[in-house]
């Protein structure tokens, strides 16, 4: 006689344990990965601010070192120093550099969003893609644009650059202050050459 073998098998029990099992971790590992997009976007804003900040300090040594060049007049506009050949205009008042267009009228009080969008460009190496328009974001990792000094003792115009996909989602380009509320951006001053973060993470 042939013996016949049993089967054995999950039970209904042990298999609706295994699936509580199972939810309750990824329930507990959902939020971590959820943050995961969030750390990844302050590693990238802060990384690219870190560099521009070392690349302003690097133009103002170098303005430093050719002996404080005026520019064209009282205003600061028209200094110049050469980053790896490639000519950066200064203020000539602070040494911190304005524009890489090639436009020697501009100083830290009337640069504009191309002058930020050219200034990047200029003092990063292998700068990331970056428009001043809000219509061509999807195409860019950031979007720049020139903005008043909030502060009431300033005069200047300040740099915004935000991280593009952390603005994707609005209907209009951000203006004024909306970085210290929306996305991701740093500021550059071109006054006293302050670089500041804003991690806002609200996309």
Same mark, same amino acid.
């Given at each position: 006689?042939?013996?016949?073998?049993?089967?054995?098998?999950?039970?209904?029990?042990?298999?609706?344990?295994?699936?509580?099992?199972?939810?309750?971790?990824?329930?507990?590992?959902?939020?971590?990965?959820?943050?995961?997009?969030?750390?990844?976007?302050?590693?990238?804003?802060?990384?690219?601010?870190?560099?521009?900040?070392?690349?302003?300090?690097?133009?103002?040594?170098?303005?430093?070192?050719?002996?404080?060049?005026?520019?064209?007049?009282?205003?600061?506009?028209?200094?110049?120093?050469?980053?790896?050949?490639?000519?950066?205009?200064?203020?000539?008042?602070?040494?911190?550099?304005?524009?890489?267009?090639?436009?020697?009228?501009?100083?830290?009080?009337?640069?504009?969003?191309?002058?930020?969008?050219?200034?990047?460009?200029?003092? !990063?190496?292998?700068? %990331?893609?970056? $428009? *001043?328009?809000? /219509? #061509?974001?999807?195409?860019?990792? =950031?979007?720049?644009?020139?903005?008043?000094?909030?502060?009431?003792?300033?005069?200047?115009?300040?740099?915004?650059?935000?991280?593009?996909?952390?603005?994707?989602? !609005?209907?209009?380009? %951000?203006?004024? $202050? *909306?970085?210290? /509320? #929306?996305?991701?951006?740093?500021? =550059?001053?071109?006054?006293?050459?302050?670089?500041?973060?804003?991690?806002?993470?609200?996309?």
């Amino acid at each position: 006689m042939r013996a016949v073998k049993q089967q054995y098998g999950f039970t209904i029990i042990e298999l609706i344990i295994v699936v509580v099992i199972l939810g309750l971790l990824a329930a507990s590992a959902l939020p971590r990965f959820t943050d995961v997009t969030a750390d990844a976007e302050d590693s990238a804003i802060e990384g690219v601010a870190g560099g521009f900040a070392s690349a302003v300090g690097i133009a103002r040594g170098e303005w430093e070192l050719r002996g404080r060049p005026r520019g064209n007049g009282t205003d600061g506009a028209g200094a110049q120093v050469e980053l790896d050949s490639l000519p950066i205009y200064v203020d000539g008042n602070t040494g911190y550099p304005v524009t890489a267009r090639g436009d020697n009228s501009i100083n830290d009080e009337n640069l504009t969003s191309a002058d930020c969008m050219s200034l990047m460009q200029g003092i !990063l190496q292998g700068s %990331p893609t970056i $428009t *001043d328009d809000f /219509t #061509t974001l999807g195409e860019n990792r =950031y979007y720049t644009h020139a903005v008043a000094n909030p502060e009431p003792t300033m005069d200047n115009q300040l740099c915004v650059y935000f991280l593009a996909n952390t603005i994707k989602n !609005l209907n209009t380009a %951000p203006s004024g $202050t *909306d970085y210290q /509320t #929306t996305g991701n951006a740093f500021v =550059y001053n071109p006054r006293n050459g302050g670089v500041t973060v804003f991690s806002n993470n609200n996309n």
